[in-house]
């Protein structure tokens, strides 16, 4: 059975509900190749979790394949949402380059940056039957932020927030990738960007 998907009203940031138009999409595609200096592949990204809680990324190659890549980052979701609302968010997630020749989103520890300012950890986990859950829940919703229903509020970290997104990955190196999101509405919704290095 479909569950319908409660969003958020009468919010004053501007990552609400927005449609899909792939013209505008192609467009801020092309803006942002050109700024890049490696092939670009379209990714679909989640961003997840209760307001009091830290925040999970999780990334799938296309909207029925399982996720390629969970990560949760040290800061709350709450305050990852609110710096969104700014406009413009960067997050830098830096490893030591080690022996081993591992794909880079395969590092299991970052150290985590958003907008030049160290925010802790984030690491790598294996999928959890919530995880698959929540994207089987937002299945239907090709770009947007809400909340989820009322019973995925957990009693101690409040409600379970969510944005979806499109995003260009771009691989630079083999020790270099970045996610731009592609925004349908141009240069006037919030920007996100990460960057996964290896130093």
Excluded at 9 to 25: A, F
Excluded at 148 to 168: I, K
Aim: one cysteine or more; charged letters at 25%; hydrophobic letters at 35%.
């Amino acid at each position: 059975m479909t569950m319908q998907i409660k969003m958020q009203q009468n919010k004053t940031n501007s990552y609400n509900e927005v449609s899909t138009e792939r013209p505008r999409i192609e467009r801020e595609r092309e803006r942002r190749g050109r700024q890049s200096t490696g092939p670009a592949d379209d990714r679909h990204l989640y961003l997840y979790g209760h307001r009091k809680a830290r925040i999970t990324v999780a990334v799938q190659e296309n909207p029925r394949s399982v996720p390629v890549l969970i990560l949760e980052l040290g800061i709350p979701t709450a305050t990852f949402m609110q710096d969104m609302g700014s406009g413009l968010l960067r997050i830098a997630l830096e490893c030591e380059k080690k022996p081993d020749k591992s794909k880079l989103i395969d590092e299991p520890l970052w150290t985590a940056f958003a907008n030049g300012k160290k925010i802790g950890y984030a690491s790598k986990r294996e999928a959890s039957s919530i995880d698959l859950k929540i994207m089987q829940m937002l299945h239907a919703v090709s770009m947007g932020a809400g909340v989820l229903p009322a019973d995925m509020t957990d009693p101690n970290d409040g409600e379970l927030t969510y944005m979806r997104a499109h995003f260009d990955r771009v691989i630079n190196s083999k020790d270099s990738e970045t996610f731009y999101m592609l925004n349908p509405d141009g240069n006037s919704g919030p920007e996100l960007s990460m960057f996964f290095i290896r130093i």
